[in-house]
């Protein structure tokens, strides 16, 4: 044996000895490291939703979603344009975000993009933009993109639909806040995960994000198996809640949503099709109920971060 292999095999001998010192050979570290690696897969965001009822205005909204622990805030464009028309200066916003460590990550809004009437279209996309401009002035990237104004019709055409989609990404995308094509379960046209992939798909633009709901995908019939055809890297933000066993989806509706792990929804097989590598998507805890409203809004947010870690570590 030459001196060259002798060192080389001392080499391997010591580095054996030192992980099987800490009780990781080879395989278990690796799969120690892929563990840590899906501990780390998700940001977690609170939807103002979950507290609206206590009508704490944007600011307190944030400060309460700083204090919890989350990484993240969804907030209602509503919220953010009544902070505005009182005073509120924007560049104070931002700041006081970026003080607390929190990120505004997508903004709810209502322009009825999708409709077929040119006129309304034409003025949801002004509206559209005036959004994005205050988005844009707090560091807001996203924007939700529902199908509002086409839900008691159904028939809409998706191919026209997917066009209009197009519209608003480009929009979107001159403004450097891009539109999340939303699933909205109880409409009557992309009430299905299935239709809001083919607009997504036929829209073309590469940019195209979905916004997907455990609620809406449940209420709208979709069959969760879709999301497993789903490219994770096409969904930014997951909105993330939970349903009571004592509803049929034709009965359910907003205000029934409750914590991520106290109902029957399926969420750890959801959670586990949103894992990708160095993937971060966003779940975001989204609620209407009232009961919740009535409670104390720093106490329902922390219980709602601690429920969703709970159902992702299932």
């Given at each position: 044996m030459n001196k060259e292999h002798r060192l080389s095999r001392r080499k391997m001998i010591r580095n054996t000895a030192l992980l099987s010192g800490v009780g990781l050979l080879p395989n278990q570290a690796w799969e120690k490291k892929k563990q840590k690696q899906n501990a780390h897969q998700f940001k977690y965001c609170l939807n103002t939703s979950t507290i609206m009822g206590q009508n704490l205005g944007i600011v307190q909204e944030i400060e309460i979603a700083a204090k919890a622990g989350y990484d993240g805030i969804e907030i209602w464009i509503n919220s953010l344009e009544k902070y505005v028309a009182t005073g509120g200066k924007l560049a104070d916003l931002k700041k006081r975000t970026n003080d607390l460590g929190i990120k505004i990550e997508n903004a709810i809004g209502f322009a009825q993009w999708i409709v077929d009437d040119d006129n309304i279209r034409a003025a949801a996309l002004e509206q559209a933009k005036r959004e994005m401009d205050l988005l844009a002035q707090i560091g807001c990237p996203r924007i939700a993109a529902p199908p509002a104004g086409a839900t008691e019709q159904a028939g809409?055409?998706?191919?026209?639909?997917?066009?209009?989609?197009?519209?608003?990404?480009?929009?979107?995308?001159?403004?450097?806040?891009?539109?999340?094509?939303?699933?909205?379960?109880?409409?009557?046209?992309?009430?299905?995960?299935?239709?809001?992939?083919?607009?997504?798909?036929?829209?073309?633009?590469?940019?195209?994000?979905?916004?997907?709901?455990?609620?809406?995908?449940?209420?709208?019939?979709?069959?969760?198996?879709?999301?497993?055809?789903?490219?994770?890297?096409?969904?930014?933000?997951?909105?993330?809640?939970?349903?009571?066993?004592?509803?049929?989806?034709?009965?359910?509706?907003?205000?029934?949503?409750?914590?991520?792990?106290?109902?029957?929804?399926?969420?750890?097989?959801?959670?586990?099709?949103?894992?990708?590598?160095?993937?971060?998507?966003?779940?975001?805890?989204?609620?209407?109920?009232?009961?919740?409203?009535?409670?104390?809004?720093?106490?329902?947010?922390?219980?709602?971060?601690?429920?969703?870690?709970?159902?992702?570590e299932k």
């Open positions: 809409l055409d998706l191919t026209r639909a997917a066009k209009r989609f197009k519209a608003l990404m480009d929009l979107g995308t001159t403004m450097s806040v891009i539109p999340q094509l939303e699933v909205w379960g109880f409409s009557k046209n992309l009430s299905r995960l299935s239709e809001v992939l083919f607009v997504a798909t036929e829209c073309g633009h590469p940019n195209t994000k979905i916004l997907p709901d455990v609620y809406h995908l449940f209420k709208g019939g979709s069959d969760l198996n879709g999301l497993k055809i789903l490219n994770p890297k096409a969904v930014d933000i997951f909105h993330l809640n939970d349903y009571p066993s004592n509803f049929k989806r034709e009965d359910i509706t907003d205000k029934d949503r409750i914590y991520p792990s106290d109902g029957v929804a399926p969420i750890a097989d959801i959670v586990h099709n949103l894992i990708y590598p160095n993937g971060k998507t966003i779940l975001s805890l989204e609620l209407f109920n009232r009961d919740y409203w009535q409670k104390d809004a720093l106490s329902v947010a922390t219980i709602g971060l601690e429920k969703m870690k709970v159902a992702v």
